[in-house]
């Protein structure tokens, strides 16, 4: 089955760029979606289609890929995004939607 | 304004049956696929299944196939999730989420429902 790979950590200081990387096999011909988990909330869907975002979030968070990577980039990093990140993928070959493991962003 | 509103909070003994709902509102109930993800304590995220309220289409992870029963009563706008006999293992927050068109990401989610099995 298919698997997204993440880092379950990453820190980064106020004001300063955090980039979360979440690997998968050929993950460059995948649409790959982005969740944001405070604590004690529900998801919410941050970057969508690779690099798009939903209204209301901010320009801070963007999406990108390169070879097997996709990453989530957060500027200017802010306390208020001390969150769990999930990546997440749908598989046509198995018709299987996957999620990463998460990863926990501290902002030191 | 899209809402996916879920039932409460749910305490259950081990053997029992239980069923969860998501009530749908501000879209087309019958036009996007609905999906329910478990969350266990301090855990990552889990699809569990989607259904298609317009025609019942159902498909379900390989880890949950079996394990529950995914259903949806268009005609008020209601998605499901069912247990014949919950576990210990059960206990979770289980979030309903609705699908975008075509790339299948979770745009919307409930509020989520936190199901309690112990003795």
């Known amino acids: 089955s298919y698997v997204l790979t993440q880092p379950p950590s990453v820190s980064v200081a106020p004001g300063q760029t955090a980039r979360i990387p979440c690997g998968g096999n050929?993950?460059?011909?995948?649409?790959v979606h982005w969740y944001q988990q405070k604590p004690g909330q529900a998801p919410v869907l941050v970057v969508y289609d690779d690099s798009d975002r939903p209204s209301g979030i901010p320009e801070r968070f963007s999406g990108s890929k390169s070879g097997n990577t996709a990453t989530l980039t957060i500027s200017r990093v802010e306390a208020g995004d001390e969150a769990d990140y999930y990546c997440q993928v749908w598989d046509s070959s198995s018709d299987h939607l996957v999620f990463g493991g998460g990863t926990k962003l501290t902002v030191l | 304004e899209v809402q996916l509103v879920q039932s409460g909070a749910e305490v259950k003994k081990p053997g029992e049956s239980l069923k969860i709902s998501c009530k749908g509102s501000?879209?087309?109930?019958?036009?996007?696929?609905i999906g329910w993800v478990r969350q266990m304590p301090g855990k990552g995220l889990e699809w569990m299944g989607i259904i298609y309220p317009g025609d019942s289409d159902t498909r379900y992870s390989p880890s949950f196939q079996g394990q529950v029963t995914i259903s949806a009563d268009k005609s008020i706008s209601i998605a499901y999730l069912q247990w014949s006999s919950l576990k210990a293992s059960d206990t979770a927050m289980y979030y309903c989420?609705?699908?975008?068109?075509?790339?299948?990401?979770?745009?919307?989610w409930g509020q989520g429902t936190l199901v309690t099995v112990s003795s």
């Open positions: 501000g879209y087309s109930f019958t036009s996007y696929w």
């Open positions: 050929n993950i460059g011909s995948k649409s």
């Open positions: 989420v609705r699908l975008t068109d075509s790339t299948w990401g979770f745009d919307y």
